[in-house]
């Protein structure tokens, strides 16, 4: 069992991948522009921030579960999609 915070910046100016914290780490992000910005957590809950302010984000109490498929996952997406294209291994030319 790993216990990290994962931070993944969207729609950022620049190309930024995830960042990898200690569970017991304090993150603060602060808003340095003089407009409101859109604060978007989990894709679920949303908040509009004024310009100054400060989020502290920290572990939750809660934990996720993943569950973890067997190699053949994409096989079974696809085929659960209806996608009858080109079959494994074959090509277009």
Known sequence: ???KL???PICSLSVLRSIVFPSE???TVEVLRPKKVLLVV???YRKLLDSKCKIVVT???NEAKF???GENFYHR???RLLFH???DGENCG
Do not use: E, P, Y
Request: proline share 0%.
């Open 1 to 3: 069992m790993i216990h």
């Open 6 to 8: 994962i931070l993944t």
């Open 25 to 27: 780490s304090k993150i």
């Open 42 to 44: 989990d894709g679920a």
């Open 59 to 61: 572990q939750s109490k």
């Open 67 to 69: 569950i973890r498929f």
């Open 77 to 79: 997406l696809r085929s």
């Open 85 to 87: 294209g080109l079959k």
